[in-house]
């Protein structure tokens, strides 16, 4: 899975003209952002298209799907930074908004990864900052950040969005019933942490495949680059002082 995935992704990219690079500002132009979010939620788009097949229902309320396909909005992420990540994200949701029989399940779904998605910036956002920056640790604080903010989310509006008549809601008597509400609440926080917790680490993996593949430049490797410039500027002034 991973070398596939790895593979369709580095020959799209190589279809397009375009490298696995992260550049600041007027450098990363419009027409590679555009190709990025393309790439990414196409490749997101399909695998969910095929979710029936690359999908497992949650043992505890199998009306929850486990799904890989948020691994490359992921990934996007990961590689080009917020703007591919989410944008790509809301490319999903359209398509999924067109061609999808729930779209409430669509919406659900996106509010999910969305959150996941800015878990993840603040975490990496909050972690670069430590001169002790590592990838390893990078995961496991981008997973944390991820879960906690997607549980933090989903689960106090799935307990006020379940509860209402469609389309926004299903008609659960989640109030009116405490043993349900009960399974409710301890499904959705084991179901938004189990799917954080193999998403990001996943996409990590395909991360670092394509950053040996095409470059290092990538946008959650940043703190990186930034230490060892800062670490060479430093080891060039202690040669130079008297």
């Known amino acids: 899975m991973k070398i596939e995935l790895t593979n369709l992704i580095v020959g799209m990219l190589n279809l397009a003209g375009y490298q696995?690079?992260?550049?600041?500002?007027?450098?990363?132009?419009?027409?590679?952002?555009?190709?990025?979010?393309?790439?990414?939620?196409?490749?997101?788009?399909?695998?969910?298209?095929q979710s029936k097949a690359l999908s497992l229902p949650f043992p505890l309320m199998p009306a929850l799907?486990?799904?890989?396909?948020?691994?490359?909005?992921?990934?996007?992420?990961?590689?080009?930074?917020?703007?591919?990540?989410?944008?790509?994200?809301?490319?999903?949701?359209?398509?999924g908004l067109m061609i999808a029989s729930n779209p409430t399940g669509q919406v659900y779904n996106f509010i999910a990864y969305s959150s996941m998605l800015l878990g993840i910036l603040v975490a990496n956002r909050l972690y670069s900052r430590s001169s002790r920056f590592s990838m390893k640790s990078?995961?496991?604080?981008?997973?944390?950040?991820?879960?906690?903010?997607?549980?933090?989310v989903m689960v106090p509006l799935m307990l006020v969005l379940l509860p209402q008549s469609p389309p926004v809601g299903f008609n659960l008597p989640l109030w009116s019933n405490p043993a349900l509400l009960q399974s409710w609440v301890v499904a959705l926080v084991l179901f938004n942490s189990l799917v954080a917790a193999y998403t990001v680490p996943i996409a990590y993996i395909l991360?670092?495949?394509?950053?040996r593949r095409l470059t290092p430049s990538t946008w959650v490797r940043l703190p990186l680059i930034r230490l060892g410039g800062l670490q060479g500027r430093e080891?060039?002034?202690?040669?130079?002082?008297?």
Do not use: C, H, N, Q
Request: hydrophobic share 50%; aromatic share 8%.
């Open 20 to 49: 696995t690079t992260y550049t600041f500002g007027s450098e990363f132009s419009r027409s590679r952002r555009i190709a990025a979010i393309a790439i990414f939620a196409a490749v997101a788009a399909v695998i969910r298209i």
């Open 138 to 152: 990078s995961v496991l604080t981008s997973t944390i950040g991820g879960a906690l903010v997607r549980v933090g």
């Open 65 to 95: 799907k486990l799904e890989v396909w948020e691994v490359p909005v992921t990934l996007g992420l990961l590689l080009y930074g917020p703007t591919v990540g989410f944008s790509s994200g809301v490319v999903v949701l359209a398509i």
């Open 235 to 242: 080891a060039k002034d202690s040669t130079t002082k008297p």
């Open 207 to 211: 991360e670092e495949a394509l950053a």
